[in-house]
C-alpha cells in the first residue's frame, strides 16, 4: 500500500452484501452529509450522502442511513452549498508533454501579435547565450496559410537554433539556423509529401520555416532532446495542479518523456514511491508493424499494469489537422483548389489490417481523426475488423471528430464506438475564423455535434488534449464542462455560442466526463460514478454548479479530491 495510502486508509471492514438497517454497521472513515450528491448513476442521479471505508464507496443514498456509519474515528465531512461528484476523467490528454512545456512563459495566451512579439522578447530574456531555444504554444490564427517564417524568428533572436510547437501540436516553427544545421533545404525530401512537409517557397523550394505533422521532429531531437529526469520533475510538479482542478483519471494518448518507454518508467517509479495522485490510462503508439506493436502491449501489460497505471490501447494517427491542411476532409478546402481534401496518414487497407490484428489480440483501439472523410474511413476500418476479427466488444474510440457527417452520426453505436471531443475547441474563439477559412465557414460553425451523436446512442465523453489545442490550452475539467453547456469560451457571455443547438445539460457534460470515460476506458464497474462498491475517486466542489450562472462554471474552486478514499487535495477556503 502507497505511503499516502497508508496513511489516510484506517480500516478494511465493509458491510457486506445483505447487510441490513437493523444489523450493526462498521464506521466509515469518512461519512458526507448535510448537501447535494451528484452520481453520475444511469439510474438514480442524486443522493444526500456518501459514506468511505478504505478505498471503496461503502453507502449512497440518504442522510439519515448515512449517519449510521458515523462512529468515534469517522471523518464528517459538512458538503454545505457545495456538491459531491464523481473524480473528474479525461478521456484524451497528453500529461508528460503539457506539464513538460507548462512553465515560464505560455505562448497560448498570446492571441495577438503584439502579445507574441512580447512573449517571446521575453524567452530571449530569460534565455541570454547561444543554446538552442524549445517552447510551444503559438497561436495558428495569427498566421497566413503558409505558417509563421524563420526569417522572423531571425529578427527577434539572430542567428539562433529556436524550435516553437504551435498550440495544436501538428506544427512547428523554426529559425533559419535549425533548418540549415538540419540539412533542410530546397534539396531536402519531404518525409512524406502533402502530409508530413515544410511550407515551402513556391518559386525556390525552399523551407519557409514551418513544418507540418513532425516533418521536422528530427530537428527537435538533435537540438532539444530532453531527457526523463527532466519529464519526471515537471510531472511531479503539475500532478498537485491536477488534484486541484478535481482530475482523479485520464487517458494519456501518446505517452514520451522523451521516449514511451520513458513514460511508463516515470509512472511505475512514482506510483511505487506513492507519489501518482491520478489513474493514469496509456496508449501504445501505432509507429510500427502491428505484430511488434502487439508485443510492445504485452510487454507493458506484465511490467507496469497496477491500479493506477494501465496500457489501454493502441493509438493509431488517420489524419493531421486543418490548420495545416492536413485533416482528411468530404469536401475540399475552401481556400485551395477542388481536388484539395486532405490526405489520410495510410491507406483504408493498412487501417482495416491493423485495426483488425488489434481486434484479434482483443487489444482496444484510440484513433485521431478530426476530418470527415477520416472519421468514416475510421468507422469503415472499424467495421471491417469486427467481422475479420469476430471481436465486437473490444473497446473503439475516435478522437476528436472535428467534422463528422450526419450519415455517420448512427454508426458509432452500431459499431459500439466512442465519441471522444476535445469540447473546449466548440467556441467561437479566433481559431473559429482561421480554420473556417480553411474549410468553410458552414463547415466549422457545425463542428462538434456531441449532441447530435448523443441522440443517435454514441458514448459521448470529453477530453482537453492538453496542452494541444485549437485556441484555449487547458487541463481543467470544469472549463471544459462550461464550454459544453454554453457552446462559448469560458466566461465569455458577449461570445455568440457556436452550434447551439448542439449545448448539452449540465447533467450530460458531467457525465461524459465520468460515467461516460470510465466506459470508453473500460473501467465502469469501479470508476465514474459515486456507487456502493466503487473506487472512492470523489471530487468535492465549493459550489452547487447547478445553482451557479453557466459562465461561471469554469471559476467554481475544488475544495476536495479524493483518489482511493485519500484526500490528495483539500482547499477548504475554494470559493
Known sequence: MSRYRQLTGLGLLLCVAGCSLDDPIPPADVVFLNGKVFTSEPVSLWAEAVAVEDDHIVFVGDEQVARAYIGERTRVVDIGEGLLIPGFMDSHTHIFNGSFADIGVNLSLADTLEKLQTALEQIREDHPGDDPIYARGWQNHLFPKQGPLASELDTLFGDRIVILGSVDGHSTWFSSRALREAGVDSDFVDPKPGVRFFERDRLTNAPLGTDREGAGGFIRARFIPGDAMAYEERLRRWLPRAAASGLTSVFDATAKAPTEIDAYDILNTLDTAGELTLRVFASVLQDTSPETIVQRFAQYQQQFST?????????????????????????????????????PMMSLADLQSQISHYFSNDIPVHLHAIGGAAIRMSLDAIATARVASGNDTVRATIAHMDFVSEQDLQRFEQLNVTAQTSIQWAARDPSYFNIGAFVGMDKVESAYPVKALLDAGANQTFGADWPASAYLSTYKPLELIETAVSRRLPGQTSMPPRAPNQALSLETALIAMTRNTAIQLGEGDRLGTLAKGKKADIVMLAQNVFEVDVATIHSVGIRMTMLDGAVIYENDGAE
Open 307 to 343: 491500479d493506477y497505471v494501465r496500457p489501454e490501447a493502441v493509438k493509431i494517427v488517420v489524419d493531421g489537422v486543418p490548420e495545416g491542411h492536413t485533416a482528411f476532409l468530404l469536401t475540399p478546402y475552401v481556400d485551395g483548389s477542388n481536388e484539395d481534401f486532405g490526405h
